[in-house]
């Protein structure tokens, strides 16, 4: 007579799959808790960190295909705003990565960092490898900029280009075509030269873009508009020269910026830094201390896996 197959009891089934299941489950308890932690945890007093890296736009932040980085004006006076009103900043520094780009992108920084000056807050311009151009622009209205002795920035001015492939065309038997609503509708279009009036026109707009970048600089280093002329012809410094032409105040790192501006701001002791930047995904549905905290807890739990090999729990018999 043979023996009777064992059967596994049918209770056991299931509980193996909970147990299983446990870490998950209670890795999304955390997430919760985590949640309603992050909506209402508050961070005391502390100095904002705001980046701005690669090139500037009007517009939201993210990274571009052929530029790399991009600082988008929408998103850098969003994080302005939230550091004026909260009570708990007490200074902002302000660490700039950038070549420059768009006038107006810069411009609307530029005025959200002096409504958090005219409010009672510090703000420090902290320069990395670059901040030219547009990067200086934004630096300009803060209260003290810090730059590397290699840093390089300035750059101050305006450009504007166009290229004429008519002759090209002309090489390669290609004859463009343009129908227009209007005589200067077609300016700046590569299938013929700039007329004299064009270029008058266009020169105008450089001029008057020109003219106002000098006068927030002017305005924020508390330099005659004469003076910043007289460096505001595009060319670029080290930050070890734009110290000795009143473009940089002290030669330091983001590690001086930020504690003599927490000094500025009144912070006693070792300053806390919060960074300010964009949400991601999971932070725009937990908040930034839900989010920190879910991500930690799913950290561990997948380091804890990965030590016990990425098995399962196995079934008991």
Known sequence: MSPRPVRPRSYLIPLALSIGCLPWLILGLVVLVAAFRGAGEQHGEHVALIRINGLITAGSSGSSLFDGNVSGSE???????????????????IRINSPGGSPAGSEEIYR????????????????????????YYIAAPCNKIYSDASTITGSIGVIFETADLSSLFKKIGMNPETIKSGK?????????????????????????TYATFVRAVSDGRKMSIVDVKKIADGRVFTGAQARKIKLVDEIGGQYETVRAAAVAGGIKGKPKVVEYRKAGWLESVLGGSGARAADEALRRELADRLLRGGQSQTLPR
């Open 75 to 93: 998103d850098v006076v969003e994080q302005l705003e939230k550091a004026r009103e909260s009570s708990s900043v007490k200074a902002v520094v």
């Open 112 to 135: 959200a960092i002096r409504r958090v000056r005219n409010s009672g807050k510090v703000v420090y311009a902290s320069m990395g490898d670059v901040a030219a151009s547009g990067g």
């Open 184 to 208: 200067y509708k077609d300016i700046g279009s590569p299938n013929r030269p700039l007329t004299s009036e064009e270029r008058k026109l266009l020169q105008g707009i450089v001029d008057d």
